[in-house]
């Protein structure tokens, strides 16, 4: 597609139940990378994936969190037994290369959880 | 991870122009001088980038200070869809570097 894709754009979730959000790159893009974005607060990063190397995962907030990029290509994020903390929106953004040309983002999904 | 420091908030009047400053004192010379902006609801966006010489695009100029400790944002003529939220990050250019994208400073255009 034109630009990177996120679904689903809200997510309000129970507290204690799993969700999974994803992220749909640039077609071509080999970086990765997912931030999460709470209220009123700048992007806090928490994993990048470039290509076939081992992922960097060291934002991950807890080991309830996790990501996987399947053929290089779409990523998701697994939040496990979430918890009301974890509402925030996540953005997911993909880059060319390293990110020297720029990022590109999707537009997020709203997670809440009640 | 070199760090970036922009003030919280700024106003500008509509159709004016706009400064928008961002000190990074600890920038080494391997890093490259991002700009991005996040409009309402939505993902941020690239704006523009540098590493020595001032740059120009469609949306916006960069001003580089000589020693690369500060730059500039440059709005020519702010209009009411340039209200947004403004990052300056440093990209290494040498190899992958984490980014962190600090609360950037929130423009107010007033009509």
């Known amino acids: 597609g034109a630009g990177v894709s996120q679904s689903p754009s809200n997510k309000v979730t129970e507290k204690g139940k799993d969700v999974e959000l994803r992220c749909d790159p640039i077609?071509?893009?080999?970086?990765l990378y997912w931030y999460r974005q709470s209220l009123g607060q700048g992007l806090e990063f928490l994993i990048y994936?470039?290509?076939?190397?081992?992922?960097?995962k060291s934002g991950l907030p807890s080991d309830r969190f996790s990501a996987e990029r399947t053929g290089g290509s779409v990523s998701t994020l697994t939040i496990q037994r979430t918890q009301q903390e974890d509402s925030a929106v996540y953005l997911c953004?993909?880059?060319?290369?390293?990110?020297?040309?720029?990022?590109?983002f999707g537009s997020g999904t709203r997670l809440t959880v009640v | 991870d070199a760090k970036t420091t922009q003030p919280n908030s700024m106003e500008s009047n509509e159709e004016e122009p706009v400064h928008l400053p961002c000190n990074h004192s600890?920038?080494?010379?391997?890093?490259?001088i991002h700009w991005y902006r996040q409009l309402p609801s939505q993902g941020p966006e690239y704006v523009i980038h540098?590493?020595?010489s001032n740059v120009n695009n469609r949306m916006a100029s960069l001003a580089i200070a000589e020693d690369r400790k500060s730059s500039t944002l440059i709005l020519h003529r702010a209009t009411l869809r340039d209200a947004a939220v403004y990052y300056c990050?440093?990209?290494?250019?040498?190899?992958?570097?984490?980014?962190?994208f600090g609360t950037g400073t929130k423009l107010q255009v007033i009509p």
């Open positions: 994936f470039q290509g076939n190397s081992a992922p960097d």
């Open positions: 600890t920038i080494s010379g391997t890093d490259y």
């Open positions: 540098g590493l020595t």
């Open positions: 077609s071509g893009h080999t970086a």
């Open positions: 990050i440093l990209r290494d250019f040498e190899g992958y570097q984490k980014v962190t």
């Open positions: 953004a993909s880059s060319l290369d390293q990110g020297l040309s720029g990022y590109t």
